[in-house]
């Protein structure tokens, strides 16, 4: 029995030695796209963070003076050109256009008579029957009286303006920023009533570090992003550099004029950049293809299912790719969707791309 035990033993031993180990499996490929890395005309520019204002943006004030009877319009209303936004009380003015409407007719009556009296005298003087002493004082009569008449028109014409200036209208069209004064204020002429503004045309104010402003000239196209229209590149021009460096900041103001495409507003911040130039052989490769890791920044480079790490140096970002300055020539094979999974010498597995998202296609541009 024992006997048995024993062989039985050394069986189980002999058939465990002979056993060989389990052999470990290497660590799957890494599904990727890959792309190549393109030579393109790339525009080169000056980014900076800036701020809209309206060229428009005047403040409505009282041109008579009077009490305010209506407001005809809120905050933030759009209005257009002609509508009314207030009325102030018109009683005193319209009497003193009643008034000098009287005094005109008056002088006119004057005028009238005297102009008989030249007509008359001027017969006697032909007549000999009075001297021309008498024919030159009615002259000179009738001329005081037209010069009154002259006068007294030109004030009633102001009357009649004040008149029409109680009526406050929109200059243009626009929006109302703030209202400034209520019904029943008593209103001198200059007073403000309303702070109106037009965004159909805007000026960007766009702040650069003083080392940029030797690379900055009047008339360099400009391209603008503003949050509140994302997915809109609004064009302009270089119209104005400030010519000093701001004290606070040691900035370079640079000012530029926009056509509203309708979606811009007055104050509202910008990504604004100025271009300056042009490479016209910039090598680029989409932004989700460069990587960070303890080297720095780099792209993985494929070849024979295998992934090899390139350190590159790069450039400005535009519209989804980044330039590369150094470590490529244009026309690698990089890894696309998967490069941050990778590690040098790492296996991939290729996966295809449709034609249409195979990369950075033409020559992109600042946003």
Do not use: H, W
Request: proline share 6%; net charge positive; charged share 25%.
């Amino acid at each position: 029995m024992k006997r048995g035990i024993l062989l039985l033993t050394a069986t189980l031993l002999v058939a465990a030695c002979g056993e060989k180990p389990a052999e470990k499996k290497g660590a799957p490929p890494t599904l990727i796209t890959t792309t190549q890395a393109k030579l393109v005309a790339l525009e080169i520019g000056e980014r900076t963070l800036g701020t809209l204002t309206a060229v428009k943006d005047p403040t409505i004030s009282a041109e008579v003076p009077g009490k305010v009877v209506k407001i005809a319009v809120r905050t933030g209303e759009p209005v257009k050109q002609g509508q009314v936004l207030a009325r102030l009380d018109s009683s005193d003015v319209e009497l003193q256009a009643s008034a000098d409407s009287a005094e005109i007719a008056r002088i006119q009556a004057l005028l009238a008579q005297q102009e008989r009296v030249l007509a008359r005298q001027t017969e006697l003087v032909q007549k000999n029957f009075i001297s021309k002493n008498a024919l030159d004082e009615a002259t000179a009569q009738r001329d005081a009286l037209k010069s009154q008449l002259a006068s007294a028109r030109a004030r009633g014409s102001l009357s009649r303006d004040n008149v029409v200036k109680t009526t406050v209208v929109a200059p243009f069209d626009g929006f109302i920023v703030q209202q400034m004064a209520s019904t029943g204020d008593y209103l001198k002429v200059g007073d403000p009533i309303f702070r109106f503004v037009s965004n159909d045309r805007l000026r960007a104010y766009l702040p650069f570090p003083e080392s940029a402003a030797p690379r900055l000239k009047l008339g360099m196209p400009v391209r603008i992003i503003s949050p509140l229209a994302p997915e809109t590149t609004v064009t302009g021009f270089v119209e104005d550099i400030r010519p000093t460096v701001g004290e606070g900041n040691r900035a370079v103001e640079v000012i530029a004029r926009i056509e509203n495409p309708g979606s811009l507003k007055g104050g509202a911040s910008i990504d604004g950049v100025v271009i300056t130039g042009q490479k016209d052989n910039a090598v680029v490769v989409p932004e989700q293809s460069v990587v960070l890791r303890p080297a720095g920044k780099v792209v993985y480079l494929i070849a024979d299912g295998k992934a090899k790490q390139q350190v590159v140096e790069v450039g400005s970002k535009q519209r989804g790719v980044i330039e590369i300055t150094r470590g490529l020539n244009g026309g690698e094979t990089v890894a696309l969707d998967g490069a941050g999974f990778l590690s040098d010498g790492a296996a991939v597995n290729v996966k295809e791309m449709p034609k249409t998202a195979a990369g950075p296609q033409g020559a992109p541009k600042p946003q």
